[in-house]
């Protein structure tokens, strides 16, 4: 019996399930259908595994676990629902081993935990096709990077011997082995979890991840975009909210990333799920507003307004220990002529930009002008209205849209916005009232903030204080 015929992904987990990826993940709330995929993906591989000698397809997947028990809880009897022993193949209690058949497709999984040296040592000798991580918050580091040494080791060249057809790989060897009916690598590593807590490896890989890695977060189960609540008892998530903490609201329901106990970031209202697009943000004709950072770690953040006053953010560059000449030849023209063409632009400096350096005739403001840009000084460089421009951006919204939109590819911003950006939480457990100096991410939080004052022309934070930087008088005829 195939039960992938049968099995019908949400669309929230469908891109996990298929995708091709040597590592892809995915993160949701409780009960999202996550390890349901995590399991169907197995018989997706396998399936797709070359024949061996016999004609046989032929793979191996470890499911790995935390704990033993854990996996005889969970892990074991959720696989069992999807593939019955004696059904879809046998499962062999004592090893924890079930032999995966269905047409000319064979596939053993092995089921593992770690509770010890051995068990590690074991997991780490095994010659496999793929890994399956369940709840990988949950797993260490090491493992993860060990096993990914351990894939594609299965079949080998003598079960599946090289094709003329496949050519040969990068080093000039024969393809064989753990490969695709055309020849393409078939060994993958794939995990399924509720969200890990900010600070950690895992929400650095996940937010930040390789080339080699597929990376898929699911809604929040209270959400409109939910799209797995018809296998989960009425009203599940709106039940299981009630008498819980914000705190555990946000991360099994809301699947947001859990709390770090090194501060309390400073954009609160910033949500993953809302304000960053799901697929690169559309470039417009108007202005950009390129927000500059100009100290010892230079940041640039260009935005645009769209039609509806709406703020995209469409890059975020910073440069480590280079100077503002070098930032801006090296990394800000090249970007803004290789993507941006000829749209006019604006930099936005901090004011104190425009202040000379005793060594140096030259303000840093002069450096950026002198390259072609036309430069100004942000409205104010007070931190709270700073702050307040932001957060404004944040939590207004257009026709039920955020108000404010950052391109996925902003990985550094968006981790800054998320939590790097914090009032740092001292070891009595006080938070500081300024936010953490820390870079790139002050670096990036100040530059989107130069931008953001810039766009709403000091509606945040009043007329008041911008008044007291620079005349301006209500002119009748100013658009006549
Ligand atoms: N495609 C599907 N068709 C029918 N039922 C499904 C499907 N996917 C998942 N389910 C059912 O939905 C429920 C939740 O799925 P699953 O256990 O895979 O979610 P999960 O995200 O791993 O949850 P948890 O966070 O609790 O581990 C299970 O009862 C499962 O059998
Ligand atoms: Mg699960």
Redesign the pocket.
Known sequence: MNNLTK????LSAAGFLASEAFISLIV???????????IMKIAYHAAQMAKSRDGIRRSRCVWVRNTNQMLED?SIP?FL?WFPDGQAGNFAKVQKRFIMRFSDVECEVLFRGLEDQNDVRRLLSLQISFAVLD?FREINQQIFEALQGRLGRYPDKSLVPPRPEWGNDADGLPIGGCVTDDGTSNRHIWG?T?PPDLDTFWETLLTDPPKNCDVFFQPSGLSQEAD?LQ??PSEYYSNLAEGKSQEWIDVYINAQFGKSLAGKPVFSSFKQDIHVAKSPLILQASTLIIGVDAGLTPTATICQLDYQGRLLVHDSITGESMGALRFCREMLKPLLASKYGSRPQIIIIDPAAFQRAQTDERTVADIFKNEGFVVKPALTNTITARIAAVDGYLTRTVDGKPSILFDPGCTKLIMAMRSKYRYKTNTKGETDETPDKTHPWSDLADSLQYACLHADNGATFGAKRMSSRREIKPVQYAYV
Do not use: C, Q, R
């Open positions: 099995f019908e992904p949400p949701g709330p409780v009960g999202s259908t996550k390890t349901s995929a995590g969970t959720d629902k709840e399924m509720n797995w296998y989960l």
